[in-house]
């Protein structure tokens, strides 16, 4: 990528579409993996790490860690 090109934020709009984009997508698996026995014990056993496979799950995680290090840089 040249020197003049620079990756560009996504605009305000385009981030709050993929927003919920994501969380239609997140739902749709919820619903089909929410009868599923594998899935409710996987919850119980590591609530954490069963639920990160949700997009919206794992912007929310990605959020706290970035708030958490601003935190501390100040």
Known sequence: MTAKKKL????????????????GRDADLARRSA???AF???VQ????ATLSKF????HALA?????EKAKKKT
Request: hydrophobic fraction near 30%; glycine fraction near 12%.
């Open 8 to 23: 560009k934020k996504p605009s305000a709009l385009g981030r709050i579409v993929d927003a919920i984009g994501a969380a």
């Open 45 to 48: 056993s590591d609530r954490r």
């Open 40 to 42: 409710r014990r996987g």
């Open 55 to 58: 997009g919206t799950v794992k």
């Open 35 to 37: 009868s599923d026995p």
């Open 63 to 67: 959020d706290r860690e970035r708030i």
